[in-house]
């Protein structure tokens, strides 16, 4: 009988903006870990988490605590863009993101996001 990987994982690599550019989402029992590199490195290390939301507010809010790396605003922005609908998508769950991007244009963090959607473990 073969053995069921203990964690849930999957790998990509792609070009997004002429940047080669590898994820990986990984699905622990209390978190998700969600890898997104263009240097081939961890990068900076961002916590995204949903706040408690009142009744009848359907989207939770989401709070980014860089934990790792250079905190500035634009940190926090990509964080969000990158991994809330992964939260969400999986009951909430709060999101381990390691990032090291070396484009951070708009059009850059929208194909990431469908990137790491392909990657899906959650």
Same mark, same amino acid.
């Given at each position: 009988?073969?053995?069921?990987?203990?964690?849930?994982?999957?790998?990509?690599?792609?070009?997004?903006?002429?940047?080669?550019?590898? $994820? !990986?989402?990984?699905?622990?029992?209390?978190? &998700?870990?969600?890898?997104?590199?263009?240097? +081939? =490195?961890?990068?900076? #290390? *961002?916590?995204?988490?949903?706040? $408690? !939301?009142?009744?009848?507010?359907?989207?939770? &809010?989401?709070?980014?605590?860089?934990?790792? +790396? =250079?905190?500035?605003? #634009? *940190?926090?922005?990509?964080?969000?863009?990158?991994?809330?609908?992964?939260?969400?998508?999986?009951?909430?769950?709060?999101?381990?993101?390691?990032?090291?991007?070396?484009?951070?244009?708009?059009?850059?963090?929208?194909?990431?996001?469908?990137?790491?959607?392909?990657?899906?473990?959650?």
């Amino acid at each position: 009988m073969a053995a069921k990987p203990v964690l849930a994982s999957k790998q990509t690599e792609e070009v997004v903006q002429g940047v080669p550019t590898e $994820v !990986v989402c990984t699905a622990f029992a209390n978190t &998700l870990l969600v890898v997104v590199t263009q240097y +081939g =490195k961890m990068g900076t #290390l *961002v916590s995204v988490e949903p706040d $408690v !939301v009142a009744d009848g507010i359907s989207k939770p &809010l989401f709070t980014t605590k860089v934990l790792l +790396g =250079k905190d500035e605003p #634009l *940190v926090h922005i990509c964080a969000k863009h990158l991994v809330t609908s992964v939260s969400q998508e999986a009951g909430n769950k709060p999101v381990l993101l390691s990032m090291a991007l070396k484009d951070r244009s708009i059009e850059g963090i929208q194909t990431l996001r469908e990137v790491i959607q392909r990657c899906r473990v959650w």
